[in-house]
């Protein structure tokens, strides 16, 4: 991601993009650079044109793209949810953008921003990378997130600790664009030359200190009967903070890990990190949780969270309320 942004200069910006894949985040910033370096800010109003591709067809798009400059040098074409443009399934439709890939006018910019992933093995795809830039953007695994947070606030001139970064990540998860937006609510409330810990995610993030998942899960795992029955009741009492299903999705995706340790040839730190494709930081305590949940209790916990799942979207939910379940979901792992 990086190498891709340091390569857009206002010098060598490609006539072609084909930004496309499941994170949305880095095909916003590459788009959002281009859009600053490619026009100057006096012809943007005539040489820069952001499309939508419902808006359009194939052919409107050629025309745009085939078109001169008004009174410049270049002219920048951004189109987003280009996988929406109509026709664009179309073999014959694909062959005209293929032609256009193959031969694009030097003085204009196009920037396809698909919000979904393409197939790279089409000619037509492919013909992007001939004279441009083709890019698939990859949700991040879990173990590349702990980096990401470290270089992003690193960018910003912020250091932040391990313990605050595992803490937004396991009140956020993989949702780069919310990440960065709590991170720069933390950022812009630190003096520079601060650091990030804990307690400042907690009061900026809106994170309770001691009443969290991630302080659930830690109680699950030391198989702490009163504290997690205590974070229950609070979830119980702030239930607009604490919602079901984000608390539900981290315990199965923990839980679902710890399983894959008890087939695990290698149970050192690094040895887990590596098969569980996160940060050694975090490997001890999916360690801890293997020691004290055997195989077919964490099975049977999977399915207690499964059924809780399916009672939360009202399936044979009864009366039960949201506290109603994670409480008795709570009894299920610990009991």
Known sequence: MSEILKSIKKDSIKPLYFLHG???FHIEQVVEKIQSLAIPAHEKGFNEFVLF???????TLLNYARRFPMMAEKQLIVVKDANQIQGIDLKENQKLIEDYALNPLPSTILVLS??????????WVKAFAKKGVLQNFKKLYDNQLPEFVASYCHGRGVKISMKAIQLL????????????GELEKVILNVKLGDGVDADVIQKYVGISKEYNVFELQK???QRDVVKANQIIIYFGNNPK???IQPILIILYNFFSKVLLIHGANDTSE????ALLKVNSFFAKDYLAAARNYSLSKLAFVIHCIKIADLKSKGVEAGEEKEVDILQKLVFEILH
């Open 53 to 59: 591709g419902k808006d359009l067809n194939v052919g």
């Open 114 to 123: 698909f919000s979904n992933t393409q197939d790279e093995r089409k000619t």
């Open 22 to 24: 499941e994170e949305q």
């Open 241 to 243: 903070d604490n919602p």
């Open 270 to 273: 690094s040895g887990v990190a």
């Open 169 to 180: 990540i396991e009140h956020i998860g993989n949702d780069l664009k919310r990440l960065t």
């Open 219 to 221: 109680a699950l795992t």
